[in-house]
């Protein structure tokens, strides 16, 4: 599938599992990221991380096309759940990159044990957008 794709089959995922956008369960988007995290897309490499900070906590799959000229075209497709003040997480900026480990599995059990990411599940004032950028 296309990255364009992806994104309408991501949104579809979070419908049809219950997602609110206008009253945001981290914890249902990062399940149905983490089910949907290893669908193909049409691309020349690809890869997931997850990051936080005190006005932000996202999920992302950024996906990678060579050109002929071996420049390189990122795509992210982020859930990406944002704070306003006096609202804050309260964490210092972090990020773990699913590169790091050898398969997915990995990575999410390592997300998933920081003491961020359990934060960020409990923190009940989210916004949150689905967004596909690139870079």
């Not at 988007?29 to 669908?39: C, I, L, N, Q, T």
């Not at 972090?94 to 409990?122: N, W």
């Amino acid at each position: 599938m296309t990255v364009d794709d992806y994104e309408a089959a991501m949104r579809r995922r979070l419908l049809d599992a219950g997602f609110d956008f206008n009253r945001p369960d981290p914890a249902l988007a990062w399940a149905v990221f983490k089910g949907f995290a290893a669908e193909p897309v049409e691309c020349d490499d690809s890869y997931l991380f997850w990051e936080a900070a005190s006005d932000y906590f996202d999920f992302v799959r950024e996906v990678r096309h060579y050109t002929e000229n071996d420049a390189v075209w990122h795509e992210q497709l982020t859930i990406h759940f944002t704070c306003t003040p006096p609202d804050s997480l309260g964490v210092q900026p972090v990020a773990v990159f699913s590169r790091d480990y050898f398969s997915y599995a990995g990575f999410f059990k390592e997300v998933e044990r920081r003491p961020e990411f359990l934060k960020g599940l409990a923190f009940g004032r989210w916004s949150v957008e689905l967004r596909l950028d690139a870079c």
